[in-house]
C-alpha cells in the first residue's frame, strides 16, 4: 500500500506504524526450521517487483530479503515507524479525523496521532500468541513442548524423537526439515489434509526470465501462475471427486509400495474445503519413503511422562512435542476502534470490494485471497484506493463511507472456509455479502477488470465534502499519521 501511494500520489504524506521492532511480518516472527512459502512468489510477490529466484516455493530467509529490497527500492524506510503498536483508534465526524492511540514498545510511551484515512494493513493473524488446545496430561510430560510461532532459538532437535501435533501447512512444512537430523518425526493428525507435491523450481518462468528477461519473463510468468493456480482451485471445486483421485494418485507414486494412502492422506472433506498444502519437491514424502518420518492418523487420549498415548492404547514416545496446531486470528491487529465514541464490532460490518467496511468512514480493511496468493488482491485494492483518493480529491470530499443498501443481504464470515481457526473466528471478523460489491471475490480476472474497469462511484458509496470546520480541524491536528 505505501509503494502505491509513493508511486500514484507522491504528493499524499503517509506512515507506517510497525509494532515490531523490523519489517517482514510473518517471515521475521516464523522462524521454525523450514518455514517457507505455500504459493509460488511470482504471484506471492508483487506485480511492481519481479522475483528473481530460482526457486518459486521460497523459504523464509528468501522472501524476507525481497521484502527488504522492495523496502529500499520504494524508499519506504523513511515512513516506517518500529515498535509503534496502535492500541486503539477513534474517528470523529466533527473533526473528520483518526486519532489514533499509540504505544511504543520499547519505551511503554503512549502519544495520540491523528489522520484523515486509516489503513488496517494487519493481516489477520494474532503474532503475539499462537493456538494450543488443552491437551489432558500435558503437565505430566517431562519432554519439551513448543508452538512453531515461538520457537526457541536454541532448541536442539538432532537425534531426537519429535512428535508434532497438526495436520496444516506448518506440520507439512516442519517434518522434512527437522527429519534429516532428527532420530525420527511423527506427524500425528486427528484427519489427514490434502497434500500437493509441487516442483520447488519453476523451469518454464527461469526459461522465460532467461529468454524474455527479467521484466518480461515476470509478467509472463505471473499471468501463466494466475491462471494455472485459479484453474486448479475451479477444477477442485467443480469436479472434487476426480480432484481427490488426481491427488491421490500423485500422493501413491511418491508413497512406499503398500502404503495406507486412504488412511493418511485421504481427507473426508472436499479438496479446497480446506486450503491444499503444498511439499516442495514431494519432500515430505521422500522423507516418508527413507523411514525418517512418519504419520499416525488418531486421536490422543493423554500426554504421558514420555510421550502421547493414543485413544487406541498406542504409545508415541517423544523427546520434543511440537503443537502446530494453528493460529489465532483476530481484527485490526488487536486494536480497538470506536466511530463517533461507539466501539465498533467486526462482526456487525460488512466488507466492500474487499476495502472498506459498512458504517466506518476512511478507513481501508484490505482482505486478500485465500484460494491463491493473498497479495494478487492487495494489489489490486492499492491502485483502487489510490483512485479513490484521486476522486475525492477532485470533487471536493473529505470522507467516504460505504452503507448496505439491502439490510436483509445474506451474510457469512469474510473469511470463508472451513480451516479451524477460521471456524474459531468467525465470530470475531467482519462478514460479506453475497452480491458485488460486498461479495469478497475468489477470480482474480473478475477482480481486475471491476477494481480496474470499473469508476470507483457506486449507489453504496457516499461521500461528505470538506467544511470549512473540517478544514480547520485538518489544520489543528496536523498530518502525521497516513493521508
Known amino acids: 500500500?505505501?509503494?502505491?501511494?509513493?508511486?500514484?500520489?507522491?504528493?499524499?504524506?503517509?506512515?507506517?506504524?510497525?509494532?515490531?521492532?523490523?519489517?517482514?511480518?510473518?517471515?521475521?516472527?516464523?522462524?521454525?526450521?523450514?518455514?517457507?512459502?505455500?504459493?509460488?512468489?511470482?504471484?506471492?510477490?508483487?506485480?511492481?517487483?519481479?522475483?528473481?529466484?530460482?526457486?518459486?516455493?521460497?523459504?523464509?530467509?528468501?522472501?524476507?530479503?525481497?521484502?527488504?529490497?522492495?523496502?529500499?527500492?520504494?524508499?519506504?524506510?523513511?515512513?516506517?515507524?518500529?515498535?509503534?503498536?496502535?492500541?486503539?483508534?477513534?474517528?470523529?465526524?466533527?473533526?473528520?479525523?483518526?486519532?489514533?492511540?499509540?504505544?511504543?514498545?520499547?519505551?511503554?510511551?503512549q502519544f495520540d496521532l491523528t489522520a484523515t484515512w486509516l489503513v488496517s494493513a494487519a493481516g489477520y493473524y494474532r503474532y503475539d500468541e499462537g493456538y494450543t488446545p488443552e491437551f489432558p496430561g500435558r503437565q505430566r510430560f517431562t519432554g519439551t513442548v513448543v508452538h512453531p510461532q515461538h520457537w526457541?532459538?536454541?532448541?536442539?532437535?538432532?537425534?531426537?524423537?519429535?512428535?508434532?501435533?497438526?495436520?496444516?501447512?506448518?506440520?507439512?512444512?516442519?517434518?522434512?526439515?527437522?527429519?534429516?537430523?532428527?532420530?525420527?518425526?511423527?506427524?500425528?493428525?486427528?484427519?489427514?489434509?490434502?497434500?500437493?507435491?509441487?516442483?520447488?523450481?519453476?523451469?518454464?518462468?527461469?526459461?522465460?526470465?532467461?529468454?524474455?528477461?527479467?521484466?518480461?519473463?515476470h509478467a509472463l510468468t505471473r499471468r501463466m501462475s494466475i491462471t494455472r493456480d485459479w484453474a486448479l482451485?475451479?477444477?477442485?471445486?467443480?469436479?472434487?471427486?476426480?480432484?481427490?483421485?488426481?491427488?491421490?494418485?500423485?500422493?501413491?507414486?511418491?508413497?512406499?509400495?503398500?502404503y495406507p494412502v486412504d488412511e493418511h492422506f485421504n481427507p473426508p472433506y472436499h479438496p479446497w474445503d480446506q486450503r491444499l498444502c503444498v511439499a516442495p519437491d514431494g519432500d515430505l514424502f521422500e522423507s516418508i519413503r527413507r523411514g525418517d518420518a512418519s504419520i499416525v492418523t488418531e486421536q490422543i487420549a493423554t500426554f504421558t511422562e514420555n510421550g502421547i498415548r493414543l485413544a487406541s492404547g498406542r504409545e508415541l514416545d517423544a523427546d520434543i512435542v511440537v503443537t502446530a496446531t494453528g493460529l489465532n486470528l483476530q481484527s485490526f491487529g488487536g486494536a480497538q476502534l470506536t466511530v463517533d465514541g461507539q466501539a465498533l464490532n467486526p462482526p456487525d460490518t460488512v466488507a466492500y470490494?474487499?476495502?472498506?467496511?459498512?458504517?466506518?468512514?476512511?478507513?481501508?480493511?484490505?482482505?486478500?485471497?485465500?484460494?491463491?496468493?493473498?497479495?494478487?488482491?492487495?494489489?489490486?485494492?492499492?491502485?483502487?484506493?489510490?483512485?479513490?483518493?484521486?476522486?475525492?480529491?477532485?470533487?471536493?470530499?473529505?470522507?467516504?463511507?460505504?452503507?448496505?443498501?439491502?439490510?436483509?443481504?445474506?451474510?457469512?464470515?469474510?473469511?470463508?472456509?472451513?480451516?479451524?481457526y477460521v471456524q474459531r473466528a468467525a465470530p470475531y471478523l467482519p462478514r460479506q455479502g453475497n452480491r458485488k460489491p460486498w461479495l469478497t471475490s475468489s477470480h482474480y480476472r473478475d477482480d481486475a477488470r471491476f477494481l480496474r474497469g470499473h469508476s470507483v462511484v457506486d449507489p453504496e458509496l457516499h461521500f461528505d465534502p470538506a467544511s470549512d470546520q473540517n478544514v480547520a480541524a485538518g489544520r489543528a491536528f496536523g498530518n502525521e499519521a497516513p493521508q
Open 1 to 109: 500500500m505505501g509503494r502505491y501511494l509513493r508511486t500514484l500520489l507522491p504528493h499524499k504524506s503517509f506512515t507506517i506504524l510497525e509494532a515490531r521492532a523490523d519489517l517482514g511480518g510473518t517471515w521475521d516472527l516464523f522462524r521454525y526450521p523450514g518455514i517457507r512459502s505455500d504459493s509460488d512468489l511470482h504471484t506471492f510477490g508483487y506485480e511492481f517487483k519481479p522475483w528473481r529466484g530460482e526457486e518459486s516455493i521460497a523459504d523464509g530467509d528468501q522472501i524476507l530479503s525481497y521484502l527488504r529490497e522492495t523496502v529500499r527500492e520504494n524508499r519506504l524506510e523513511e515512513s516506517i515507524r518500529y515498535h509503534h503498536r496502535v492500541v486503539g483508534a477513534a474517528w470523529s465526524s466533527e473533526q473528520a479525523l483518526w486519532t489514533l492511540r499509540v504505544e511504543r514498545r520499547d519505551t511503554g510511551e
Open 152 to 217: 526457541p532459538e536454541d532448541l536442539d532437535y538432532h537425534g531426537k524423537r519429535v512428535v508434532i501435533i497438526g495436520s496444516g501447512a506448518t506440520a507439512v512444512t516442519l517434518a522434512p526439515a527437522l527429519a534429516a537430523t532428527a532420530a525420527h518425526v511423527t506427524i500425528l493428525q486427528r484427519t489427514p489434509t490434502y497434500i500437493l507435491p509441487m516442483p520447488k523450481k519453476d523451469a518454464i518462468a527461469n526459461a522465460l526470465k532467461r529468454v524474455l528477461g527479467v521484466e518480461r519473463g
Open 233 to 258: 482451485w475451479a477444477f477442485c471445486r467443480k469436479y472434487p471427486t476426480a480432484a481427490r483421485r488426481v491427488i491421490r494418485s500423485a500422493n501413491a507414486a511418491r508413497l512406499p509400495e503398500g
Open 353 to 420: 470490494k474487499g476495502l472498506m467496511l459498512s458504517g466506518v468512514p476512511n478507513m481501508a480493511y484490505v482482505v486478500g485471497y485465500t484460494n491463491i496468493s493473498w497479495t494478487l488482491k492487495i494489489g489490486l485494492l492499492g491502485e483502487y484506493f489510490c483512485r479513490l483518493l484521486v476522486h475525492m480529491d477532485s470533487h471536493g470530499y473529505r470522507v467516504a463511507r460505504v452503507e448496505v443498501a439491502d439490510p436483509a443481504m445474506p451474510m457469512r464470515p469474510v473469511l470463508d472456509g472451513a480451516a479451524g
